[in-house]
């Protein structure tokens, strides 16, 4: 509890005014999850890359807890994107991990029709009649159910030309003529037995632009062949598919986390696309397409793109754990974490008050949440500059999305400028990596690996150096 309130002093002592920004609405509600995202899909999004999204332009659900028996409290955070979805099975597991943010198994599911709901839990359905590529309502296009027999088939010998094809009904031919592509198996070792067709082992391994620690920079797609995709659960087939109405000759191939496509008059970059396994999947689980509805509604308060405005609420149950932003601290924006609802300071996790922008994560384990003179919370996470590299104010800002690493300069302490370099947004004192309180001008270097940076009373920062 000292903790608390020691940081309550410092910002009393740091308060300064600040204009209340606009709120917007952004999809992604968990900066875990817009992390994994930007990496490879802002450079796509901002158009300085062509080529095809691993996540898609945006999520479509909002923030979920889904049942997952080995997860605190028996539930998973996920949201849902085009190509897949996005989960955090242990919250206390380490942020910068690879593995913190997985893809979930979803392609594997829908094939076997076993939803996983535990490591070793599973829910038996059947496996789905949903198309793996194309246009959702083509007749004629392979569905999940079409591959599931097909995982049983023997994989190629490594460097064999893939000519096989596979209708709907899981017929399975030879055509010689497709051996003008020159695709090839190749045996990559995996505990599934199958091969990986060349095109797309190509692909697991390609490098290009990536959105990393506040700027672009090429390194590779994947930092592992295997964490976008998982391993092969089939090998890969010709078919053919509508898209837009249009046949199509398409390559494809089922994995345990993604679909992937080849279709060799694609223009260059998007050759190789993931198929819509996170919108199939969601239909499948949620019923929108008429199959097996075991959990009709996701259980989790979505705060939506207006968020929350003061009072006291329950987590899990009024509002939903994530990072959140408020509209209005000039009137002096006073916040709690709560453990409980007794009244009593041992229920304070933590807490701000403050006249600038507050940003504050609220944790799955929290009990409750609380708040006077804040305006409103929201989920929202578009950049609050102009550019990361652009001078700002007052204010809490997050490295990389908001503001760059680098050298920056402060232009005005006469107040006594307060600012904090920060490893979260929890608002407990373990979160502050470094902070001074000063009438002198400040110079501070803000480090790639800082998640926040905090600023009362010290006028306009200005990026000096790397």
């Known amino acids: ?18 204009p209340a920004l ?30 095809t999204w691993m996540w898609g332009p945006e999520a479509f659900s909002p923030v979920l807890y889904e049942d997952y028996a080995d997860s605190p409290g028996g539930k998973r955070q996920v949201q849902y994107f085009d190509k897949s979805r996005m989960e955090i099975n242990d919250p206390a597991a380490d942020p910068n991990s690879l593995w913190y943010v ?11 029709g076993e939803m996983q709901v535990g490591d070793r839990e599973f829910r038996t359905l059947a496996p789905a009649e949903v198309n793996v590529a194309g246009d959702p309502d083509d007749p004629a ?28 009904a899981g017929h399975v031919e030879t055509d010689p003529a497709l051996a003008r592509f020159n695709v ?23 490098t290009g632009l990536v959105y990393s620690d506040g700027q672009y920079i090429e390194r590779p797609l994947s930092e592992n062949p295997f964490y976008i995709t998982g391993f092969p659960l089939t090998e890969a087939y010709w078919t053919t598919v509508r898209v837009g109405g249009v046949p199509k000759l398409v390559l494809a191939q089922v994995f345990e986390r993604r679909v992937l496509t080849y279709t060799p008059d694609n223009p260059e970059g998007w050759k190789v696309e993931a198929g819509n396994v996170g919108q199939h999947y969601y239909r499948w689980r949620y019923g929108r397409s008429g199959e097996p509805n075991p959990n009709p509604s996701p259980s989790q308060p979505d705060p939506g793109p207006a968020g929350f405005p003061d009072g006291t609420y329950q987590v899990g149950v009024d509002i939903a754990p994530g990072t959140y932003r408020n509209t209005d601290s000039s009137e ?24 600038v922008r507050q940003i504050v994560t609220i944790a799955p384990t929290d009990v409750g949440f609380a708040s006077r003179r804040c305006g409103r919370w929201v989920p929202d996470d578009t950049p609050l500059t102009s ?32 600012w904090e370099r920060l490893r979260g947004f929890s608002g407990e004192l373990d979160d502050i990596i470094a902070n001074e309180f000063s009438d002198a001008q400040q110079t501070v270097r803000i480090k790639p690996t800082d998640v926040g940076f905090s600023a009362s009373r010290c006028g306009t920062w200005t990026r000096i150096g790397d």
């Open 1 to 18: 509890m000292m903790r608390s309130l020691t940081r309550i002093i410092v910002l009393v002592l740091a308060v300064a005014l600040l």
């Open 184 to 206: 090839r198996a190749v045996d990559v070792g995996v505990p599934t037995g199958h091969t990986v067709a060349s095109v797309f082992w190509d692909f697991m391994h390609s």
């Open 141 to 168: 296009g392979p569905t999940y159910a079409t591959f599931n027999p097909l995982m049983a088939a023997a994989p190629k010998p490594n460097g064999w030309q893939v000519t096989e094809t596979v209708d709907r």
């Open 22 to 51: 606009p709120a917007a609405a952004e999809p992604i509600g968990q900066d875990a999850f817009r992390r994994t995202w930007e990496r490879t899909d802002l450079p796509v999004a901002t158009l300085r890359v062509s080529r």
């Open 387 to 418: 550019s990361p590299t652009a001078p700002f104010g007052d204010g809490m800002y997050r490295v990389g999305r908001d503001i760059a690493p680098g050298l920056w300069r402060n232009s005005d302490s006469s107040d006594f400028c307060y």
């Open 102 to 112: 997985t893809n979930g198994l979803l392609a594997r599911e829908l094939i076997t």
């Open 332 to 355: 002096l924006c006073y916040w709690e974490r709560l453990s409980g609802f007794s009244g009593e300071l041992d229920d304070i996790i933590a807490n701000g008050v403050s006249s």
